[in-house]
């Protein structure tokens, strides 16, 4: 039995998006991706692929689900196989499968980067002014072994003479060893406190180098090679998954020493990206293993750009449930040297002060401009439309929306207006209600459906908008069931699950085919919808199930009565429930 926390780890470290289309030709539209089915043939595209909920659906066969539906599906392969599958991918060990997990290709690559290694680590014990350095930057011996840092000897073939039967061409793929213009090779790394990079599963990939008195670049960093992509790795990103077990937090940094600092303040969640801005597939990553992402920058307008980039790189990728902020160090500041001041109890309290993306974005937005100037009203609208055209979260949209409006001053209607987005011909209609999807109906399988779909949408509306009252429920029918069963299992959740882990949640239970159902009727009209419009047919449809249930509760007490005497407590209930049908 594979342990179901494991499966929604391994859903968080899969991207739906990159999963399909190593097989599926997928393209951009909105905030989809679109393709011709695999399932079935076509001429017109209808297999549809939501990144934000990490759910397919085809229009038109009906296929549909997660990552590990498309698998099965696409494969044919069983769960097991499926699970392995993706862990396969993500570099990731199913705990209870007996079945042999796929090697890497380049198996004496890593073993040699290992050894590289331990020799620096080695050297690090015999070099006085390697030590030394590491004591005027404060880093403890215990940090240095944490961290496997170490020290490449000043020596051009210091590891031909260390490594003999290794060949000058696997040092030249392994990025160790440099050819210059008259064919000489020697070692790339040289008189540098080592930092050793590391993959997802822990093994040494490359390394970045430090010089330890003056000199150029005081950084340097392996090239790319076939086991190191700079643009998906992120420096301490083992150490910080550990650290992550008990903080759901994680802080990006920008550089090796600020992560080495942070740490051995007692603030283990923190990676490095490795010199360069922030990348879509290192965001992924982010987005996948934690719910809250902090960037924190140096001051200066260097770290200012870069934090700019990371905000526009993450707004495509934002999902309901995330919280991302900014925070800036004083100029001259970063967060090595500001830890090594100030101590941890005053970066903790920094921390707590960081932007919040929203109040970025604004942030960015009104920078420079003077919002009684005409003039900086349309740069304003101009900039915050192209911004608002690259989100796909309806929520964050939204509230930005309003918080825009705001800072013009002028309605959420008048801007959307101006902004020419849809929701501006909906202001000019005298019953805007009357286009919303799904109007609740009488049955209560309907207004089951209806609120199960709405929670499929937007499963946090269970914990910002309320529940059903099961108290209040007595429907025997499955809809019923599923929806409380639906209700239940999101309001207890730490964290906000999106739609891939609910089908997984619900997989071989009484409810499957019932979500599945609703999936492609009411779910599909429905995930179109703003999120504020959204919020009032949720709240409509809730409104008229507890009525219903409590009108059921008492139908039923009165026929109790027929049978027997109501104790006490059986007419004061329905005494309440006959005055709260006439208060309606």
């Known amino acids: 039995m594979i342990p179901n926390d494991f ?29 011709r089915c695999p399932f079935h043939q076509e001429k017109t595209p209808s297999f549809s692929v939501n990144p934000q909920r990490q759910f397919f659906h085809c229009f038109g066969c009906g296929a549909s689900g997660n990552a590990l ?96 039967q290794v060949t000058v ?30 993959d997802h599963k822990g093994q040494v990939i490359g390394f970045g180098g430090r010089v330890l008195d003056a000199g150029e670049p005081k950084y340097l960093n392996s090239p790319e090679t076939e086991l190191f992509e700079k643009g998906k790795e992120l420096y301490g990103w083992p150490q910080a998954r550990q650290a ?9 940094v920008e550089g090796y020493m600020d992560v080495v600092s942070l740490s051995q303040a007692g603030i283990g969640n923190v990676v490095a990206t490795l010199g360069t801005a922030t990348t879509a597939d290192q965001a992924k990553r982010l987005l996948r293993s934690t719910d809250q992402i ?70 960015l937005l009104t920078q420079g401009l003077i919002r009684s100037q005409p003039e900086h009203q349309g740069q304003f609208l101009r900039q915050a439309r192209e911004l608002l055209a690259t989100l796909t979260s309806p929520w964050l949209t939204f509230s930005l929306k309003r918080l825009m409006a705001a800072w013009l001053e002028i309605t959420l209607d008048q801007l959307n207006s101006f902004l020419g987005t849809s929701a501006a011909p909906r202001v000019q209609s005298p019953q805007p ?55 239940s299992y999101l309001r207890h959740q730490d964290s906000i699950p999106n739609l891939s882990h609910i089908l997984e949640h619900f997989r071989a239970q009484d409810e499957e085919k019932l979500i599945e159902a609703v999936l492609k009727r009411e779910f599909l009209t429905l995930q179109e919808t703003p999120t504020e419009e959204l919020v009032v047919v949720y709240q409509d449809g809730l409104k008229r199930w507890q009525s219903m249930g409590r009108q059921q509760e008492a139908k039923s007490l009165l026929q109790l009565a027929q049978s027997r005497p109501l104790n006490q407590q059986e007419k004061e209930r329905l005494q309440w429930l006959t005055l709260n049908r006439l208060a309606q």
């Open 69 to 164: 539906g498309f698998v099965m599906q696409h494969t044919g392969a069983g769960f097991v196989e499926a699970v392995q599958h993706l862990a396969d991918q993500a570099g990731l060990t199913v705990p209870s499968s007996t079945e042999p997990v796929r090697q890497a290709p380049s198996r004496s690559g890593l073993d040699l980067l290992q050894q590289v290694t331990l020799h620096y680590q080695e050297k690090l014990t015999q070099v006085p002014h390697a030590r030394e350095y590491l004591q005027r930057r404060e880093v403890t011996p215990e940090t240095a072994q944490h961290f496997g840092l170490g020290y490449a000897p000043d020596a051009w073939h210091g590891l031909e003479e260390k490594f003999p």
């Open 433 to 487: 209600r009357s286009r919303l999807p799904l109007r609740p109906r009488q049955a209560p399988s309907s207004i089951a459906h209806q609120l199960i779909a709405c929670l499929l949408v937007e499963p946090s509306f269970a914990q910002q908008v309320g529940i059903p009252d099961p108290d209040t429920q007595t429907s025997p029918l499955p809809e019923a069931l599923a929806l409380h069963h639906l209700a």
């Open 244 to 252: 992550l077990r008990q903080n759901n937090q994680i802080l990006v």
């Open 169 to 198: 061409d696997t040092w030249l793929a392994l990025g160790m060893m440099v050819r210059n213009e008259n064919g000489k090779c020697y070692d790339r790394f040289r008189d540098r406190l080592m930092f050793p990079i590391h």
């Open 294 to 363: 902090l960037f924190a920058f140096d001051g200066d307008k260097a770290g200012r750009k870069a934090a700019e980039r990371a905000l526009h790189l993450i707004l495509p990728l934002f999902e309901e449930g995330k919280e991302i902020g900014f925070l800036f160090f004083p100029e001259g500041d970063d967060p090595d040297s500001f830890v090594r001041q100030n101590g941890p109890a005053v970066l903790r309290a920094k921390i707590a002060t960081a932007l919040p993306l929203s109040n970025f974005v604004m942030e």
């Open 7 to 35: 499966i929604q780890t391994l859903l968080d470290r899969t991207d739906i998006v990159d999963l399909i289309g190593q097989s599926v030709p997928l393209k951009k539209a909105g905030v989809n991706y679109v393709a």
